[in-house]
């Protein structure tokens, strides 16, 4: 009786493993499930189609760069002192240049007036 438990038992254990087959290796032979490996794939097609776009930023960002370290030290400290009188930046519409190149940020009317006039100067 035992030997008519054991036959049955050791073939489910030898096809356990032919069931299971849907694991896949890599290249390097690691094995991956199936959505491990479709995972891999698809993040793998989404790097090949992005690598043309990442290349052109690298070169513009390469074109640009000396001009942004220019551009960062000459109006730094302008801009930080902008950065340190402005409290509220809701309470200013978007910032306007204008014909002469001036640059204006207009206060909301909505918004209470500035507590110190002295405030509203230029930079």
Do not use: C, T
Not at 41 to 69: S, T, V
Not at 71 to 100: C, K, Q, T
């Amino acid at each position: 009786m035992r030997h008519l438990i054991a036959i049955p038992l050791a073939l489910s254990l030898l096809a356990a493993p032919a069931m299971s087959q849907d694991a896949v290796e890599d290249d390097e032979g690691r094995g991956f499930s199936l959505m491990e490996r479709g995972a891999q794939l698809f993040f793998r097609g989404m790097m090949d189609e992005m690598e043309p776009a990442l290349r052109d930023l690298r070169a513009l960002a390469e074109d640009l760069g000396p001009e942004l370290q220019d551009f960062v030290s000459e109006m730094g400290p302008a801009l930080r002192g902008v950065l340190e009188r402005v409290e509220d930046w809701s309470a200013y519409h978007p910032p306007e240049i204008l014909d002469n190149g001036d640059i204006i940020m207009r206060r909301k009317a909505d918004r209470p007036p500035l507590a110190d006039p002295s405030d509203d100067v230029d930079i």
